[in-house]
């Protein structure tokens, strides 16, 4: 089995459309979708995040969160909480090449998720560029939202619909990345070729 540990963004960006997508291994190497409680507090925290997908709470994506997180014991979570820190501190000597290129410094839950990838060997998905950075430095594996998204299709979790609905409904809410913009001419040139062309 192979986790794959996905970021606050990345889980809101597909969790209405992938369904089941917690815990249900898929592909040859058995990747399994998961994720912290950090990232349900992460949106219970936030005004925004809380207006701008009002399903998270609902019950069905609650269960299934509640059924999937990864539980932590006091041990883990003390090393998570160190290795975090060892990652912030890093951040923090230099911020401003975490600023760059349209990153933004990763913060303290993000260092958390990315050293939990470092820990507890696991693939962590986020669009955001700062953590990309930060993975890259410490050599932590990560993925692109819609490099997951590829996984999934390559392994028929997915279908090209629902691949193409996931894009475009990132696209018409605004919340759809230069790396996800990219990968509709790249990674699924295919899909949105032949649709271009109906």
């Given amino acids: 089995m192979t986790l794959v540990l996905l970021d606050t963004n990345a889980y809101l960006r597909l969790a209405k459309r992938v369904s089941p997508m917690l815990g249900v291994p898929f592909g040859q190497k058995n990747y399994v979708l998961t ?11 936030s005004a925004a995040l809380q207006t701008k997908f009002p399903w998270f709470d609902g019950a069905p994506l609650a269960a299934e969160r509640l059924a999937q997180q990864v539980r932590l014991s006091k041990d883990e979570r003390a090393q998570l909480n160190a290795g975090a820190s060892v ?11 975490y600023m760059t290129n349209g ?13 939990f990838g470092q820990i507890r060997p696991a693939i962590v998905v986020t669009d955001d560029l700062g953590m990309h950075k930060l993975a ?7 993925w692109h939202g819609h490099e997951l998204l590829a996984k999934m299709l390559t392994a028929k ?6 691949v193409r609905e996931i894009v ?3 696209e018409r809410n605004g919340d759809a990345t ?6 509709k001419h790249t990674t ?3 899909i949105f070729g032949t649709s271009a062309l109906i």
């Fill in 35 to 45: 994720i912290l409680k950090e990232v349900e507090d992460e949106v219970h925290r």
């Fill in 87 to 97: 990652l912030h501190g890093w951040v923090l000597q230099d911020v401003q090449s």
């Fill in 103 to 115: 990153r933004s410094p990763p913060s303290e839950t993000d260092c958390f998720i990315l050293a």
């Fill in 136 to 142: 890259k430095d410490f050599g932590i594996a990560i």
């Fill in 157 to 162: 979790k997915l279908t090209k619909e629902q």
């Fill in 168 to 170: 475009e409904a990132l």
């Fill in 178 to 183: 230069a790396t996800w913009l990219a990968a």
């Fill in 188 to 190: 699924f040139a295919k």
